[in-house]
């Protein structure tokens, strides 16, 4: 009976925002469950986050997580994060085509610390330099891992070589970087340039004054 059930949302989830929330009474008895798919099934925010709240208490053993296409932003990432920590035997995530921006990836990335994670996709969200270096940083110091992508975000032209300068003994394992839309507010340097102008003003309108 409660295999039916289960099938029977999955069947309803691309018609359903809050389907987490009609799972958390199942997923405690699929405690054999190692693949999870529920991408593009409109989870949004409060699906996602009542969806790995119930799944954090549940299949142990679980080696992937597919998410994409969901409209997550990080409102729902530390929940996300909360369960993925949990998750030691996990493999695959995929977080790619939702609305995480640096500070839900950095909630993420946190929870990645001791998982021996193989493919790690978070491409096509709203990370910049800040949320690919900290991504980068993590998983490349992971003997096990075969794939990070992170294209098709909003990574600067400088940030863009700095990953690639962290993978520089790995190549193969970044994939491509060419969809990346250069975001030149995250660019340092612009800020610095920005900074170092307006200082250059006010000391020639102070200098003219005085």
């Known amino acids: 009976m409660e295999e039916n059930t289960f099938m029977k949302q999955l ?14 009474k199942v997923f ?6 190692t693949v999870i ?11 996602a986050i009542a969806f ?26 530390p929940a996300i994060a909360a369960c993925l920590a949990a998750k030691r035997h996990l493999k695959k995530l995929n977080l790619s085509q939702n609305d995480l921006e640096d500070e839900g990836c950095v909630d993420i990335v946190e929870s990645m610390e001791d998982l021996e994670l193989e493919y790690v996709d978070m491409s096509y969200n ?8 900290n991504l980068a940083h993590i998983v490349v110091t992971k003997e096990s891992l075969k794939m990070l992508n992170i ?3 909003m990574i600067s032209v400088r940030g863009i070589e700095e990953v690639k300068e962290i993978f520089k003994n790995f190549p193969k ?8 839309v250069d975001d030149d507010d995250d660019d340092d340097d612009l800020r610095e340039r920005n900074d170092l102008e307006d200082f250059e003003d006010e ?4 200098f003219i004054y005085y």
């Open 52 to 77: 790995v709240n119930a799944l954090k208490s549940s299949a142990p053993s679980l080696e992937v997580i597919e998410l994409a296409g969901n409209n997550i932003t990080d409102e729902a990432a």
């Open 203 to 206: 000391f020639v309108s102070y």
């Open 126 to 133: 709203k990370l910049t330099r800040r949320g690919a270096l």
């Open 37 to 47: 798919n529920l991408s593009y099934t409109k989870l949004e925010n409060e699906g």
């Open 151 to 153: 294209d098709g975000n």
């Open 173 to 180: 394992l970044l994939g491509p970087l060419d969809e990346n």
């Open 11 to 24: 069947y309803l989830m691309d018609h359903c925002i809050k389907v987490g929330v009609s799972m958390i």
């Open 28 to 33: 405690p008895s699929f405690n054999f469950l």
